[in-house]
C-alpha cells in the first residue's frame, strides 16, 4: 500500500465510502444486529471511531489490490514460456486432474401470459409511487426483490459500461440522471425499476428491484411436453442435440454453440466430476456418453422455472497432466507462476529502498525478503 501511493495510484475516498457502507449493511443485514452491536464487537468505543477504523482498512487493501493488479497486469506467457514450464515439472510431481465431463444442454422456458407480465408492472409502478412519496427504495428491494445477488443490500449495484449485463439493463441504467427512477422494463429476468443513486464519472451507483411474472400450470406442461417432444427427435435420430439446443433451446448463452457449457471458473469445456454444482453432478453423473437426460425443473439464479435436457458429450478420465490435453490448465499454473515470481522481483526491488519498523522480539524471525536488509 505504501508504494502504490509512492507510484501516484488513486483511490477515492468515495469509492471506500461507497465499499464501507455496502459491507457495513451486508454485515448487519447477516447479523440481523444494529451498528452498536458491530461497534461493540470490533471493540471500538464510537461509530465514528468504527467507521475510521474500517476505511483505513478497506483503503488499505485496496491499495494492495491495485498495486498488485498493476504489477501483474503486464505479465503475459508465450507458448514457448508454457512448454518450458510444463517441462520443468518431475514426472512424478506431475498434478493429476480427476475425472472430468463435457457437458450441453437445452434449455425449454415456460410462456408468461400478457395478464402476469402487467400485474408486474403494475406492482412495480406501485413501488415507484410510494418511493416518490417518500418510502425507502432499500426496504423495497429488501423485502420484495427476487434478486439474490442484490437485495439483501438493498439492491444496490456499482455498475459500468465494462459490467457483464445484460444489455437492456445497461440501455436504462446509462440513461437515467442522478436521483431519476425507471420505469418497469423487462430483461430476461423479469421485470426492473432502477434508481441512480449517484453518477461517478464512468461508474454509477445504482439500485434495483427485480420481479419475475408467476408461470402458470399450463405453461410449465407446455414447456414439459416441448423438452419431451425435442428429446424424442433426438434419440430417434431426426436431429442431433446440438442442432436441437440451436433450433430451440432459450438460452442465448449455449443456444449458438449447440448447447455447449462453459466451465465459469477455466473457460473451457471441462468440467471435474467431484467440483460439479450439486444439482448439476445430481444430473448428469449418471449418464453415458451421448446420452440424453429426461426434462427436469431448474431454478436458475435469474430467477423463474425452465426445463433442462442434459447430455454428456465427452468424459475423460482421470489422469496425470498432459501438455497437449490440459494445455489451458497449464498455462493458468505457468502464467500464474510468472505473476508471482514478477511480484517477488518486484518487492526485492522495493526493499532497498523501504523501511520498516520491527519490533524487538521479531528480529530473529524468518522472513521472506530481506527486511533488515542483511
Known amino acids: 500500500a505504501h508504494q502504490a501511493l509512492q507510484d501516484s495510484i488513486i483511490v477515492k475516498d ?71 514450464f510444463f517441462k520443468g515439472i518431475k514426472k512424478e510431481e506431475l498434478p493429476t486432474f480427476g475425472d472430468e465431463l463435457e457437458i450441453s444442454q437445452i434449455v425449454i422456458r415456460p410462456q408468461v401470459t400478457e395478464a402476469e407480465k402487467q400485474k408486474v408492472r403494475d406492482r412495480l409502478n406501485e413501488f415507484k409511487k410510494e418511493i416518490a412519496a417518500g418510502s425507502s427504495f432499500y426496504s423495497k428491494a429488501v423485502l420484495y426483490s427476487q434478486d439474490p445477488g442484490s437485495k439483501s443490500n438493498g439492491g444496490f449495484m456499482k455498475v459500468n459500461r465494462k459490467t457483464p449485463l445484460v444489455k437492456e439493463f445497461k440501455d436504462v441504467a446509462f440513461s437515467l440522471d442522478e436521483g431519476q427512477i425507471s420505469e418497469p422494463f423487462e430483461t430476461e429476468f423479469g421485470f426492473h425499476i432502477v434508481y441512480v443513486e449517484k453518477i461517478r464519472g464512468q461508474d454509477v451507483d445504482l439500485r434495483h428491484i427485480l420481479i419475475a411474472p408467476k408461470i402458470s400450470e399450463e405453461s410449465m406442461k407446455e414447456a414439459k411436453d416441448e423438452a419431451l417432444m425435442i428429446r424424442k427427435k433426438i434419440i430417434d435420430g431426426e436431429i442431433t442435440f446440438a442442432d436441437a439446443a440451436r433450433s430451440s433451446s432459450d438460452e442465448n448463452e449455449t443456444k449458438a454453440n449447440g448447447g455447449a457449457l462453459l466451465n465459469p471458473k477455466t473457460l473451457d469445456s471441462r468440467f471435474e466430476l467431484t467440483k460439479l454444482d450439486a444439482m448439476l453432478y445430481g444430473q448428469v453423473s449418471n449418464l453415458k456418453t451421448g446420452e440424453v437426460s429426461l426434462p427436469f425443473i431448474d431454478e436458475p439464479r435469474s430467477g423463474g422455472k425452465v426445463f433442462k435436457l442434459m447430455m454428456v458429450t465427452n468424459r475423460i478420465a482421470a489422469h496425470p497432466a498432459d501438455y497437449s490435453t490440459d494445455y489451458i490448465k497449464i498455462k493458468e499454473f505457468a502464467l500464474k507462476d510468472k505473476q508471482i515470481k514478477e511480484i517477488a522481483k518486484w518487492t526485492t526491488e522495493k526493499i532497498k529502498d523501504t523501511y520498516i519498523k520491527i519490533n524487538g522480539e521479531y528480529r530473529d524471525c524468518d522472513f521472506l525478503y530481506n527486511w533488515l536488509k542483511k
Open 14 to 84: 468515495s469509492e471506500i465510502n461507497s465499499m464501507m457502507e455496502e459491507k457495513i449493511g451486508i454485515m448487519l443485514e447477516q447479523t440481523r444486529g444494529t451498528m452498536d452491536d458491530l461497534v461493540k464487537y470490533y471493540k471500538k468505543n464510537s461509530e465514528e471511531e468504527f467507521r475510521t477504523y474500517f476505511f483505513e482498512i478497506l483503503k488499505m487493501n485496496k491499495l494492495t489490490s491495485e498495486m498488485t493488479n498493476k504489477i501483474i497486469d503486464k505479465v503475459e506467457i508465450t507458448p514457448e514460456e508454457v512448454r518450458t
